[in-house]
């Protein structure tokens, strides 16, 4: 199942109005939103078919040409996944388990793992099948990866396998210290040459690409709301840690490729897209969040993607005159915790989650002016934060096109399917 996704000429007018961009006005694209999906029980999830083209059609007009990957645990909705892919410009999956991996590449041609693996039973599957080992590459960091592959399937028992290593791509700021995330060891050229030999020297193993996510860069914004000294410094060390990352990686790709020759140089993240397109050693750029658009995205100065997903939760009990209590609603996105991770209100307008309590596994109190105009029954529009959230909590996205439901697909849950 496929939806068309190919974006509209229209995308490729930054200044949009709000005839092409209904999303921009607030009080006419959320009530549509709900209209539309009015005869749906909640927690009832959207995908506005228009703003997901728009992002689609955007975060290729930001990566100037460079191939797009679609990193899949942001997602996690194999039809949206499918359907991206149909559109030039995107190439490749960034799968976050092998498992998932596996499942995708029953009709997805280039599968790469974005994290290490320690699930036997996976690892034999794919060792033991031409087909998979010719379209899954694993990604590793270390020989110890290697030795635990090695010890679930002989090399001289299995199909060759096919991995990448990841390149830390944090960065080492004077002062700051580590920025980025706690991922690979694997940090200077030398490590990266050092690993790539060892490599090519076991039997049984394929190098075929590097990896490195430059979450620093991409997942932190430089426009957080009302703090303006955290985005100067954010800004300031966005600019730093690009440029030593291009200087680093570089020489990085160019010593593996004195010893392998490498099918692909992947990095970025939706936040990162121009910067590391910049970069003349990637290949092709992992990106997810972008698509689906929360709220996370809304602390960037150099682009804005369009909400086109978003969940509505109906009042269940008024504590208070002033208070509206919902179903559900702790879906929480990873990351330090913090309001920033929580689901936002964004209609009606004007409401707030209550700080003793935030959004809860079973109810998310909600106050301020607009919940005293609330009443058990009416419905509440949230933005998830970032990533795969939303799509672990729900069956299926109600698809909405032109102020109506056009289409029903299913997430990894409702096929089933809880890879992590």
Do not use: C
């Not at 059609?57 to 990566?63: F, K, S, T, V």
């Not at 388990?97 to 693996?117: F, K, R, S």
């Not at 799509?391 to 409702?414: C, K, M, N, Q």
Request: charged share 20%.
């Amino acid at each position: 199942m496929r939806i068309d996704l190919a974006p509209s000429a229209q995308v490729k007018d930054v200044a949009q109005t709000t005839d092409v961009a209904p999303w921009l006005t607030p009080e006419r694209y959320w009530p549509a939103l709900g209209d539309a999906t009015s005869e749906l029980e909640t927690p009832v999830a959207v995908l506005d078919l228009g703003a997901l083209r728009h992002n689609t059609g955007d975060m290729l007009r930001r990566a100037g040409g460079t191939p797009i990957r679609v990193a899949t645990k942001s997602l996690r909705v194999r039809s949206v996944i499918e359907s991206i892919l149909a559109v030039p410009g995107y190439q490749g999956v960034l799968a976050y388990t092998l498992a998932e991996g596996l499942w995708l590449a029953d009709t997805i041609d280039d599968v790469v793992i974005g994290y290490p693996t320690a699930d036997r039973a996976s690892i034999k599957r794919l060792a033991q099948s031409p087909d998979l080992a010719a379209k899954v590459t694993l990604m590793i960091d270390g020989v110890a990866h290697l030795d635990f592959i090695d010890s679930v399937v002989a090399p001289e028992q299995r199909e060759r396998i096919r991995v990448a290593i990841e390149l830390d791509a944090s960065w080492n700021a004077p002062v700051l210290g580590h920025l980025g995330v706690w991922r690979s060891p694997v940090h200077t050229p030398d490590d990266a040459r050092r690993l790539a030999l060892a490599i090519v020297s076991r039997p049984g193993f394929s190098l075929v690409g590097m990896m490195g996510y430059e979450a620093q860069i991409a997942g932190l914004g430089d426009r957080p709301a009302g703090k303006p000294l955290e985005g100067a410094l954010n800004g300031w060390m966005h600019r730093r840690s690009i440029a030593e990352l291009a200087q680093r990686r570089g020489a990085a790709v160019a010593a593996v490729r004195q010893v392998a020759d490498l099918e692909f140089v992947n990095g970025g993240g939706t936040g990162s897209l121009e910067s590391t397109h910049a970069d003349a050693s990637v290949t092709d750029i992992a990106a997810g969040s972008g698509f689906f658009g929360g709220h996370l995205f809304d602390t960037y100065s150099h682009f804005r993607p369009a909400p086109a997903a978003a969940f509505a939760l109906s009042v269940v009990r008024k504590p208070t005159a002033s208070t509206a209590a919902l179903l559900g609603g702790g879906w929480i996105a990873s990351g330090p915790p913090g309001l920033d991770r929580m689901p936002r209100p964004v209609w009606p307008e004007g409401l707030s989650l209550v700080p003793r309590e935030m959004a809860g596994e079973v109810q998310t109190p909600v106050t301020g002016k607009a919940a005293a105009e609330l009443g058990v029954g009416d419905r509440v529009w949230f933005r998830h934060t970032k990533s795969g959230e939303l799509s672990e909590h729900v069956d299926t996205f109600a698809i909405v096109l032109d102020g109506r439901v056009v289409d029903t697909i299913p997430t990894y849950r409702g096929e089933g399917r809880t890879f992590l």
